[in-house]
């Protein structure tokens, strides 16, 4: 697993917005996104699939993905 987002970098109890999105195209592989240091699955995104989660900045979200050379887009909209 990979840090992301690190709640490091942002206040607790804030009311913050995350996008993430896997930009590639393939139906087989997926990025699976986990919280926290429990890595509690949130889910996959396969190709094209996007996410828009709120965020109160107090676990880090990671990533895990099953292929090679695969890309992401994310953002934070942190209020603090």
């Given amino acids: 697993d990979t840090t992301l987002i690190s709640a490091a970098d942002y206040a607790d109890n804030t009311a913050s917005r995350?996008?993430?999105k896997n930009t590639g195209?393939?139906?087989?592989?997926?990025f699976t996104l986990e919280l926290g240091?429990?890595?509690i699955t949130l889910g996959r995104l396969y190709g094209q699939d996007f996410t828009w989660l709120p965020y109160e900045?107090?676990?880090?979200i990671d990533i895990s993905s099953t292929g090679?050379?695969?890309e992401l887009?994310?953002?934070v909209i942190n209020e603090g």
């Fill in 37 to 39: 240091s429990s890595n």
């Fill in 57 to 60: 900045g107090e676990q880090d």
């Fill in 25 to 30: 195209s393939s139906s087989t592989d997926y």
């Fill in 18 to 20: 995350v996008y993430i």
């Fill in 68 to 70: 090679t050379n695969m």
């Fill in 73 to 75: 887009e994310f953002m």
